[in-house]
Structure formats: C-alpha cells, structure tokens
C-alpha cells in the first residue's frame, strides 16, 4: 500500500509539472534538432540535415549569447518560390541584427542587404539529380547561404542577439537563419578528443585538406579541432515564438561543365548584332585576342574603332583573320574600343607589358517585367514637401522563353496617393531603336532588348507611389533623385562616361518596384556596355554660332591666351580669336579678313621672360611693316591695316609671338578669350534660352597656386515644363577640378602662366522653357577666372552696319 501511495503521489506530481516541462526545458531543447512537418521521404544518403529558423518581419527573434563567444555567424538564406529561380532573376533580401546587454540596451546593430542566388544541381551515385540545398517541401527553393560575422569582443556585456527580416521581395518568401558561437578549445583538450572521433567526423572535419586524415600532421589536426561552431537555438516554444524546418545541403561536387564544344570561351561575346566596347584606361600596349564561338565559322572580320577620350576623335581599322583566334597588338591611349564582328566570338583585352587581363567586368542593370495585367509599383515619399523626380526607362523585348514586346506598346503611368487615389495620370508610346550595347545576361545570342526610351515626370506633392501599366509586354526599370542635390563630378578623369564610373555618385538612384503577392516573373537582369560618343558633324565643319553670356553685375575682366585643338576649317566670326605661334625668322602664311572684301587689322600677342622697355620691328615682305616699343611680360597691339593675301612676315623682338587671321597648323592653336573674375562671392550670367535643348559651356582658370578646386553651377529656375516629359536638367552641378598643366598667358600681366582652362558644361533642355535665366558661378576660393558662352548649331544671321552721310554720298 505504502509503495502504491508513492506511485499514486509521483504520477500527480508528473501530471501536475509536465506542462510546464514540456514548454520551458523541451520544447527549446527539441527545437534545436526536430522541426516541424513531415520529413522527406526520397531523403538521398548524402544529404546532411540542419535546422534553420524563420525571420518575421514584425517580430524579433532572440537568442541567448553565452560568455565566453567572442564572434556568432549568421548563416541566412531566402526561401524563394519556383517562379523566381530563373537565370534573369535578381532577388534580394535583408535582415537586421542587433546585441542588446541585460538592460536592454542595445550594443551595437546593422541592416545587411543580399543578393539571392541559387547553386546547380548536384548528381548523384544513383542517377537522381537534387538541388544542392532543399526542403521536405520540394516545391519551394533555398538559396545559397551567406555568411555575417559579429564581433562580440569589443561589446561588454552582451547577452542577447535579435533579428528580423527587413526586406522581402514577396511576402510568400521567408528569411531563414542559424546562429552558431564561436568556441575555442585548449590544445591538452583537442589531444585527448581526436582518438575519440568517428573516422567519418575526422574525415568532415579535414574535408579542406588536401591530403587524407592519415597524412595530416597532429599540428594541423589541433588548429582544426580548436575552433567549433556551436549552434544557438533562439528563446521561447517552437510553434509559438518561433517556426522552424529542415534543411538539406548535398555534400556533393557539382555536375562537370559542358563539353567544351557547347561552352563559350572566356570573355565578352559579340556578334552582328550584339557590340562591345571596352574602356582603355591608360597609356601602353595592349593585346586583343577575338575567339570564334561558333566552331563552323572559318573566317571572322571585326570593325575595330578606338576614341580617344581627349579629343573623341575616331580611329577605324577591319581586322580579318582565321578561326579560332584573332589576335591583335597595338598601343592605345585612354578612350573607348568598340568592336563589330561578322559572326559570334568572345573578347579579352591584355596589357602587353604586364601581361595581366584587363577586359573589364560584365555591368548588369535590373528591369522589371511589365504587362497589361502585371503593373509595376514603385514607392515614393508621401511627405516630402516638394516635387519628387521621376525617371522610367522602357524597353521592347524579344525573348525566346518569354511573351515579348507586341507591335504599338502604349505605357500609362498613375501617380497614386496612400490611399489609391490617382492623382496624375499619363500615357505615352513607346517606340525606342534596337539596341547593340544593350542584351539579356542569359541567352544573349537568342534574345534582343532595345534602347531605352526615359521618361521624365514630377510627382505631385502627396504621391505614395507611381504605377507603370502597359498594353504590352515591356521592361521598365526606375529611378528617382532628390530635387535639390547637386550633381558631383570630378574633372578630368570622369569626363567621359566610362572613365572613373565605379567611383562617381550617379545622378539618378535606383529604385525598387513595391512588392505583391501577384507579381508573376520576376525582373531580369541586362547587360550594357558604353555606347561611343557621336561628334557633331556640324560643329567639326565650323557649323555652329559662338555667343557669350553677358555678366550680371560688375566684374573685373582679363583677356587669356591658351592652347586650343583647332580642327576643320577656321570660321568668318574666328579667325580674330584664333593664333598662331611665330616661329624665329621669316613664315609665309595667308592673312583672312573676318568678312570678305574687307580691311582689317592683324594682331600680335607676346610672352616674355623679362619686362623691361624694348623695340619691336614687324616686317611684310621684307619691308618693315610696324616698329613699336613694349614693356611687361605679356601683351597684345594691333598692325596696321592690311589687304587678305599671302605674307611673308617676319618679327624681331624678344619672347614667344602670336599672330591672328591666319589659321595655324593642326594641333598648334591659340584661343584668345576674355574672362571674368571669381571672387568669393561668385559671379552670375544671363542666358536668353531660344532653342528646345541648349548647353552652356563655362571654361574655368584654377587660382594661382591650387591644385584642385572646386566650382558650382547652379540655374536659378522657379518654373518646369509640366506633364511626362523627355528631359530633366540637373539645375545644380558640382565640379570638382584638378590642375593638369599650366599654359595660359593673363594679358597685361606679370604673373607666370596660368592653369589651363578646364571646360564645364550645364545642358537645359526641354523641361526648361525658352526664356531668360541667370546662372551663378561660385567657386570654393577666390582667384580663378571664368567665362560662359553657348555653342549652337547653325550660323545665324550676320549684321553690318554702314555709316552714310545725309547728302546721300
């Protein structure tokens, strides 16, 4: 009886405490090893098993830190739908972390943002093929793992870590995490625990050793048993404060490559209809070597062109040879190669002298799919107090596994507030050229992209979010920008768009469309290159009209004398502005008047070492034409005046001379150009804006003494054209300038030569309505010099002016 009471009372004791086992000591317990769901029943033997616990977006997932962890490893993954595993996909996901100490204070924390990518599959023994990480459920997708380490050494007193997911791409994904704490163990302890081990643990655990576990020295042997990753569970139940699953990694190598006859060469791939450029960087010899990807193909030709960067000149050239390779060796300067085959190859570019590959990384762009039942969201700030810009480029497509473009796409853009109200509403065709620079990154022999077509819109104060709808299938990738940030560029070495492109703050910022649960194929990734730059034929013929800016206010002007690259003929309007440099002796040279028939007076410009008083003599012919004196370092007087014709004139006088009306030999130019002051304060110009688009062009002399400088051009501009428009001008720009050489000569000075002048440029274009701007120019100190002026194409009307007396005569 006695031993029956005591069984009586130990079952209503265990009848009693069990719930409260059960949820405090087992469930976290269990929750480490077991998860939730049936297990896979084809599970192959080669799969290794783990647990990973799933983030939620609102909630923070806690784990308890023990003492002695010095670093946790965050092993998270995306578990993605079937849907978005494509090879034009790009997923991404974001967590944030952060360690609080007992108080609740929190240590230290982060958002990190990762790109989800798949692994291939692996084969097995048997024959089966399984993806390299999965779940029970088969019809769901694991990513590849990545890694985030937090160091706990520095932060006293740690005792928690939290984490959440902070972006989902759908809310049909889920985040997926395991917490592991390092641990070190002592050497005396690492003796005694490796006999112990299973001969397969030893072999995971030397897995990274080249040799086998019986050849690896006991040294090696301690350093990989010392550190051990132990694994954290998260606090709470699982079902109840936490969900968790089974995860499967194959131990597996990955399938063989194809057979080399089906893969293309390494390099970038090129065909008729798909270009490539590349970018020289510097100076040397370069190697380029073309490989045919087609293996029928004998003979390849390739339109080689390189631009320079200084000058954009083009230098063409047809290469022809026999497949499989085509090599060439040339030097190069920096600017842009841009090849043209006649069939499919691959290409990489070499430095000779090193020896290293400089074919420059494959550039990628994100769009979106859009269609007449698959609309495109994209955020915007519902409190911002001013117009938020808005830039959408739309692209045709065609693509072997997807619906492309049909004929006439017609887009129409909604910009919506919070609550679904439309409060703008546009619609525009869509008819962008193919492109050649522009493919899919995957398949791009079979598929085409064409250029994209940007359009421009302002959203109403308001606006939560802009909606891209279309007729048709189309790509659409946005963009938006802070009204009032400045454009920031530093010149010369990102002049040109491919020069210095990863390291210069774009003008326009990437964003991503609004997530839903119906968002059908995910976006695709594109591959671009740099197009060349085209020259204006017109300006190359001396086509075009010069204007200055009138200045407004007062301001010291100076005249300047720099080198200047003449090329194509020399204009009516020029010829006074433009010089030549007079060699020691006699030169024959054809004198031009600035209008046909017409007297004029030449003039000379002179650079001396010294100014003290002296006598100049100018010979015509052999006869003296002018004898003058002349003081100071620099300074210019007129000859007398003189018929156009040929001339053989000749100056004697010390220093380096300078003669106009004359058109100087290619590359040996001279432009004379008055210029203001740039004191502190800045100065302002006046534009009257007459045509659609116009560019105004500011050429800038660094102060004496600097090196780098920097300069801001900002428009003054209280109106936009309304609606979707076709342009947006950036109306502030920075400069930020570096001194390269110093040329220019300050007229009637005694100061050394000068920087030379770097040229600006602020295009306004048709968002800006015709009409009268002014335009400030500061500069971060004072000193330097500035002039502004347009360049149009065309010459206008020229006026002259007669005098008569009132008889008539």
Aim: proline share 9%.
């Amino acid at each position: 009886m006695r031993l029956l009471g005591r069984l009586c009372l130990l079952a209503l004791v265990v009848f009693l405490v069990w719930p409260l086992a059960q949820r405090y000591v087992l469930a976290p317990v269990t929750g480490l090893f077991w998860a939730s769901g049936p297990q896979r029943a084809n599970l192959p033997e080669e799969a290794e098993q783990s647990t990973v616990f799933w983030l939620e977006s609102a909630d923070w997932l806690r784990f308890s830190l023990a003492e002695n962890t010095p670093t946790l490893r965050i092993l998270s993954h995306l578990q993605m739908q079937p849907e978005q595993n494509t090879d034009e996909s790009l997923v991404r996901y974001a967590l944030d972390y952060r360690v609080l100490a007992r108080d609740g204070e929190v240590l230290t924390s982060g958002r990190y943002h990762y790109k989800a990518v798949t692994l291939p599959p692996r084969p097995l023994a048997d024959g089966r093929e399984f993806p390299a990480r999965f779940y029970d459920d088969p019809t769901l997708v694991a990513s590849a793992p990545e890694n985030l380490f937090v160091d706990l050494s520095a932060l006293t007193g740690a005792v928690t870590l939290e984490l959440r997911a902070a972006y989902l791409p759908e809310p049909r994904n889920r985040v997926g995490v395991q917490v592991t704490g390092r641990e070190t163990r002592s050497r005396e302890e690492v003796g005694r625990l490796w006999p112990r081990l299973k001969p397969e643990t030893r072999d995971r655990l030397l897995r990274p050793h080249v040799y086998p576990p019986h050849l690896v020295s006991s040294f090696e042997i301690e350093n990989a048993l010392q550190l051990r990753w132990v694994p954290l569970g998260p606090e709470g139940v699982a079902g109840d404060d936490f969900a968790s699953d089974y995860l499967y990694t194959l131990s597996v190598p990955p399938a063989p490559p194809a057979e080399a006859e089906q893969a293309l060469p390494p390099g970038l791939y090129a065909d008729p209809n798909k270009w490539v450029t590349l970018p020289v960087d510097y100076d040397g010899s370069y190697r380029l070597e073309i490989q045919s990807a087609d293996p029928l193909v004998t003979d390849v030709n390739v339109s080689l062109a390189h631009q320079r960067n200084q000058d954009l000149e083009t230098r063409q050239q047809l290469l022809t040879g026999t497949a499989p390779r085509l090599t060439w060796t040339g030097d190069l300067e920096p600017g842009l190669l841009q090849l043209i085959p006649s069939a499919p190859v691959t290409v990489r570019l070499f430095d000779v002298t090193t020896g290293a590959d400089v074919t420059p990384d494959k550039r990628y762009l994100l769009a979106h799919p859009v269609a007449a039942d698959q609309p495109v969201r994209f955020a915007l700030d519902p409190d911002s107090a001013e117009p938020q810009p808005v830039r959408l480029d739309v692209r045709t497509f065609s693509h072997p596994q997807r619906a492309g473009s049909g004929p006439d796409p017609r887009v129409r853009l909604e910009i919506r507030a919070a609550d679904g109200t439309v409060l703008q509403n546009f619609e525009q065709s869509i008819t962008p050229a193919p492109s050649f620079y522009q493919r899919f990154s995957q398949d791009a022999s079979d598929s085409g992209v064409s250029e994209g077509q940007s359009l421009f819109l302002e959203a109403s104060s308001g606006a939560a979010e802009v909606a891209v709808i279309s007729n048709t299938p189309v790509l659409v990738t946005g963009y938006t920008r802070l009204a009032s940030l400045p454009l920031v560029r530093a010149l010369p070495e990102s002049r040109r768009p491919w020069q210095s492109y990863g390291d210069r703050v774009p003008s326009w910022f990437l964003m991503n469309p609004v997530a839903t649960a119906a968002s059908g194929q995910g976006p695709v990734s594109l591959q671009w290159f740099f197009q060349p730059i085209e020259r204006n034929e017109a300006l190359l013929s001396g086509q075009y009209d010069w204007q200055g800016l009138d200045i407004k206010g007062a301001s010291l002007q100076r005249d300047v004398l720099f080198p200047h690259q003449l090329s194509g003929p020399l204009r009516d309007t020029a010829v006074g502005s433009v010089f030549r440099a007079l060699p020691e002796g006699a030169v024959s040279l054809e004198l031009v008047p600035p209008s046909p028939g017409l007297p004029f007076r030449p003039e000379l410009i002179y650079q001396r070492n010294g100014a003290q008083p002296t006598t100049v003599t100018v010979l015509k012919d052999g006869a003296v034409w002018l004898r003058r004196g002349i003081a100071g370092r620099t300074g210019r007087f007129s000859l007398p005046v003189v018929a156009p014709g040929q001339y053989r004139i000749e100056v004697q006088g010390d220093g380096q001379w300078f003669l106009n009306h004359n058109r100087p030999p290619v590359g040996a130019g001279y432009l004379q150009r008055s210029v203001y002051s740039l004191d502190g304060a800045g100065l302002t110009f006046e534009l009257d804006k007459t045509e659609a688009r116009e560019v105004v062009n500011f050429d800038v002399v660094a102060p004496p003494g600097v090196d780098r400088f920097a300069v801001e051009v900002a428009v003054a501009a209280d109106r936009r054209a309304t609606g979707l428009l076709t342009d947006y001008s950036v109306l502030k720009r920075r400069f930020e300038l570096e001194v390269q050489e110093r040329t220019t000569l300050v007229l009637g000075t005694q100061s050394q030569p000068a920087a030379a002048p770097m040229s600006v440029a602020l295009p306004l274009g048709e968002d800006m309505p015709p009409g009268r701007y002014r335009i400030s120019v500061r500069a971060d100190r004072a000193g330097g010099l500035v002039s502004a002026y347009t360049v149009r194409e065309g010459q206008r009307q020229t006026y002259r002016f007669f005098r008569r007396s009132l008889d008539g005569h």
